[in-house]
């Protein structure tokens, strides 16, 4: 089906932000160690990989573009907070700590992993067919980040405590990704999305995995409460969003 | 008006770089851009092992230049005379400052030899400046068609220096067809655009 009724488009233009901003939110923060990271190989990849994110949060934002006509540059830099549906996670503060934007890579990576997999049967194909195009590249983030994770966990005892430290504090934000997007029953119910079970689960299952033999443990609980996903963002989302709007605001129509 | 993004960056106390990290050892990356072409040797970078180097190779050497297989092996390999008996693949560098060539492979039971093999089989009379030889069982093997390697499936064009010009120079056309350009044009920007 590529055509989508538009008793839909709300809700799929909902799923859609919590997608692109993850996206555009998380490899704005990662580009923060452009320059800075512990070892310059590091540096280069991560950034790499931060660029990549903000591709992606492009190619959605021009999904949304082809449903509702809005301009990406609006949807991506033009909203107010509360219209932004990313899980506060992905501008939780590293304070310049690694550890602590390695733990985020790494919960906010595979999740993402999970969650374009499952985008990927939406039976709107070109949900699906970009979901399953991004999905491919998403595998090499979590590739990547499997790789730290190995390292660190198995490293020294220092780096596996950091390290450890890192997964627990980034964890009450974890839970907050699992948050369900507004609506999204809504596409379940319409046979626009296929309901696969409990993300949750799946993501857990898949983590776990990855940290077993690592000797660290993942301490996440599933989501309570609303958060991000219907718009309710702490400070640390209010000053990327700030720091993001800054050059956007000083000209809102300015052709870039 | 400018970021205020890295005004918590801790002052950087004692050394900057760890002994550990000073000592990580070099690694090369040969590339291959279609199947088909020759392996090209692409660069070197440092890390820890070989898991990592595999992966910052895949960032650092695979999204700029896009390719199809990627091989990475330690340095000191390369140009080690000593080995096993095994396949090594070899390597010419026919002139300084040339990218080494990957020309085929030849069993030998050391680097010493595999380097005397790739001279006779390879070069014969003509002209080179060095050789490198690896046992291919040192050498990690990024293949893209079971691997992960290359995001072929997005545009990347932003990456490059010609995608950003492009989108700079229809903007600057752009300009121009609005005649906002004349203030511009009295000074030097004219040659840059």
Known sequence: MSELDKQFHEAIVNVLLCVADDKLFLGHRNSDWTGIAPILEADIAFSSLAQDDIAHAGAFYELINSINGENPDQIAFGRNTSAYRCADIVTKDDEFNWANAIARQFYCNVYEYLRLQRLSNCTWSPLANLAKRIDAEQAIHVDHITTWMEHLGNGTEDSKERMQKALDDYAPYASMMFEAPRGIDTLFEGGILVNEGCLFTAWKDCVDNIVDGTGLTITVEPCTGDGGRTGNHDEDFTRSLNELQEVFNTDPLAAW | ?????????????????????????????????????????????????????????????????????????????????????????????????????????????????????????????????????????????????????????????????????????????????????DTYQEEDLKETF
């Open chain 2, 1 to 181: 008006m400018l970021s205020k993004a890295r005004t918590n960056i801790p002052e950087a106390t004692g050394d900057l770089t760890t002994p550990e990290v000073d000592s990580f050892p070099i690694w090369e990356v040969f590339t291959q851009k279609n199947i088909g072409d020759v392996h090209l040797h692409a660069g070197s970078l440092s890390a820890p092992d070989a898991s990592l180097a595999q992966h910052f190779a895949r960032e650092h050497y695979g999204q700029d230049q896009e390719c199809t297989n990627m091989w990475v092996g330690l340095r000191e390999t390369f140009i080690a005379d000593e080995g096993n008996q095994e396949s090594y693949e070899v390597f010419v560098q026919w002139k300084a400052g040339d990218r080494h060539q990957h020309v085929g492979s030849v069993d030998a039971c050391c680097g010493c030899e595999a380097k005397a093999k790739c001279k006779e089989q390879f070069v014969g009379d003509k002209s080179f400046y060095t050789i490198w030889t690896a046992p291919i069982s040192r050498l990690t093997k990024i293949d893209g068609d079971k691997d992960m390697i290359w995001r072929e499936t997005t545009d990347q064009g932003y990456r490059l220096p010609r995608g950003y010009s492009r989108v700079v120079r229809q903007k600057w056309d752009a300009l121009r067809a609005e005649q906002a350009v």
